[in-house]
């Protein structure tokens, strides 16, 4: 089995980032959801959706 350090580094980075846009501060996905807690599961929805087409 070989090992190729940069796709390590690669796949690495990814998930980096995915769990920054997932936990970053007032705008992450984690957030929102926090924030949104007694809103309707529509609202939630559409607030994510919209979070994730600013990206």
């Known amino acids: 089995m070989n090992y190729n350090p940069i796709t390590?580094?690669?796949?690495?980075f990814g998930i980096?980032?995915?769990l920054f846009?997932?936990?970053?501060?007032k705008k992450g996905?984690?957030?929102v959801l926090?924030?949104?807690y007694k809103q309707k599961d529509k609202v939630i929805i559409e607030d994510i959706?919209?979070?994730l087409l600013e990206l």
């Open 21 to 25: 846009f997932a936990f970053r501060p």
């Open 49 to 51: 959706y919209t979070r």
């Open 29 to 31: 996905i984690y957030f």
């Open 16 to 18: 980096c980032l995915v």
């Open 8 to 12: 390590a580094l690669a796949f690495f």
């Open 34 to 36: 926090k924030s949104s």
